[in-house]
Every structure is written in C-alpha cells, then in structure tokens.
C-alpha cells in the first residue's frame, strides 16, 4: 500500500466525519481524489485537488458538503465531510497519479496509486 487512508468510521445523518489521506515518504503527483465505492456499485469520483493550484473538484452529489484539502508540510490529503446522509455510506479510498492529467481526474482507472480505503457508514 503506496497511500494510507484512515478517518473512517459510523456516524449518524447529519453528523461529520474528516479523512485522511498520507503518503509517505514520497510526493503525491499533481491531482490527489477521493473515490467511494458502496456494495454491489461501481467505484464513484468523489473529490479531486491540483496540488500544485489548489484548484479542487467534486461529485455534484457532495457540492457544498464536501472539502477536499491538503497540508503541504504534512503531505497529507483532507477530505471534510458535512452533513452525511445514508447515500453517502461507503469505503472511501484516495488515489493519485504521476501521470495524472485534468481531463482524467474523475475516472478511476487513470490512478494508479490506491490508498487501502476507509469505511464510512452514515446511519439514519
């Protein structure tokens, strides 16, 4: 495991959660995501950051509830979320790419460094 994502946890709606992602002792690459995968779906874009512009991104499911974050000193990655809902239920996990490009953020298969996920379960 080249990423390590912690933070997870069982929360109840409404309620907020903060997840981490490290990497160390080596750089991230330019764009650093979050995805979320829940049972019997598809890996789903959740959150994505240009280190080097700070320039962010996100799911329009999470707009507003979400930030995506990063500590430079720290070479960790954030990612805040407010408000949870059930649908939001899931194994979170961080990636990056060297290679990455923009046009290729919210596609899963364009990372290939994966952190080892982090559950989050949202109860109502």
């Known amino acids: 495991v080249q990423l390590q994502a912690y933070g997870g946890g069982l929360v109840q709606a409404g309620d907020s959660l903060r997840l981490f992602c490290a990497a160390p002792?080596?750089?991230?690459?330019?764009?650093v995501s979050w995805f979320r995968q829940a049972p019997g779906k598809e890996r789903d874009f959740v959150a994505a950051?240009?280190?080097?512009?700070?320039?962010?991104y996100y799911a329009d499911s999470v707009k507003g509830r979400f930030t995506i974050s990063r500590d430079n000193a720290r070479n960790t990655v954030y990612l805040q979320m407010n408000s949870l809902e059930p649908e939001d239920t899931a194994v979170y996990y961080c990636?990056?790419?060297?290679?990455?490009?923009?046009?290729?953020?919210?596609?899963?298969?364009?990372?290939?460094?994966w952190g080892q996920g982090t559950q989050v379960t949202v109860s109502s």
């Open positions: 002792g080596r750089p991230f690459g330019r764009y």
């Open positions: 950051i240009d280190w080097n512009t700070v320039t962010t």
């Open positions: 990636a990056a790419s060297p290679s990455l490009i923009r046009s290729t953020v919210t596609i899963a298969e364009a990372y290939t460094i």
